[in-house]
């Protein structure tokens, strides 16, 4: 059902109300594609997202949760995990917030998780992998989510959310 509401969100964004069946093929990475732009979908419990494009784009988004603090040796580079072994209770939030501007720029990469999310990290609204810059980061949230959109260069952004159970 969440997949679903991904590509009722995408639908939503390149036709607008109409809501058309969305046309997508994928890369041989497994990254979607469609004519004229790329895009890029995410799900997590209650809530779906895509980002489109005219340039490389990723998005990811998560429910906000309490995350065990194991997942943090995996996920944060050096510099992020001192930080999140000083946080306390706001840890789980900043572990979400670096999880899914990870993923986001995975997925733009086109490597997925399998491309080493400790070896990404933000700076000034900028990602670097190994330290070369790779794109430019742009988080949105609320109360029940955080997400995060990562775009291979400057561009202004218009992000819809649909809550992936419609009623």
């Not at 997949?3 to 497994?30: C, I, K, N, Q, T």
Request: charged share 25%; hydrophobic share 40%.
């Amino acid at each position: 059902m969440q997949g679903l509401a991904a590509e009722l969100a995408l639908s939503y964004a390149l036709s607008g109300e109409r809501l058309l069946p969305p046309e997508y093929s994928r890369f041989p990475d497994g990254r979607p594609v469609i004519e004229n732009g790329y895009i890029s979908l995410s799900h997590t419990r209650g809530w779906a997202v895509c980002a489109f494009s005219d340039s490389p784009v990723g998005v990811d988004i998560e429910a906000l949760r309490r995350v065990r603090g194991s997942v943090a040796r995996r996920v944060l580079c050096q510099a992020e995990l001192k930080a999140f072994e000083r946080m306390g209770e706001k840890s789980s939030r900043f572990l979400l917030e670096r999880w899914v501007m990870k993923e986001a720029f995975l997925k733009l990469k086109g490597t997925g998780l399998s491309g080493g999310m400790n070896r990404v990290f933000e700076k000034d609204a900028s990602v670097f992998y190994d330290g070369v810059l790779g794109g430019y980061v742009n988080f949105y949230g609320d109360d029940g989510f955080i997400g995060c959109v990562v775009t291979s260069e400057r561009t202004e952004l218009r992000i819809r959310t649909l809550p992936a159970e419609l009623k």
